[in-house]
Nanobody
């Protein structure tokens, strides 16, 4: 089992950057595929970035491709989401999630979730 804690959210102007962190407990975090999700008010939760446990394969949703970058530091049990060129439509609660030894980063069958961190982008 793994516990996840997000940090790094906040208020930023359009065009700015933020880096979110997802810190995990447990010594086997390197065996978890991790995804970053977001949910805006009145909208469904969407997966915006995922990174596979085995080879760090990455995948991004179209709205964030080229602006967001997911990475991981297994020595620190942490996954990051670097968000650049932020837009007001990126405003949402961002949550990280994990599933153990999962090949498919884009299936929504994540087992463990953090509490989320608010990102607000002003125009």
């Amino acid at each position: 089992q793994v516990q996840l804690v997000e940090s790094g959210g906040g208020l930023v102007q359009a065009g700015g950057s933020l880096r979110l962190s997802c810190a995990a407990s447990g010594r086997t975090f390197s065996s978890y595929t991790v995804g970053w999700f977001r949910q805006a008010p009145g909208k469904e939760r969407e997966l915006v970035a995922g990174i596979r446990y085995s080879d760090s394969f990455r995948r991004y949703s179209d709205p964030v491709k080229g602006r967001f970058a997911i990475s991981r530091d297994n020595a620190k049990n942490t996954v990051y989401l670097q968000m650049n060129s932020l837009k007001p439509e990126d405003t949402a609660v961002y949550s990280c999630a994990a599933k153990q030894m999962a090949y498919d980063v884009w299936r929504y069958d994540y087992d463990y979730w953090g509490q989320g961190t608010q990102v607000t982008v002003s125009s």
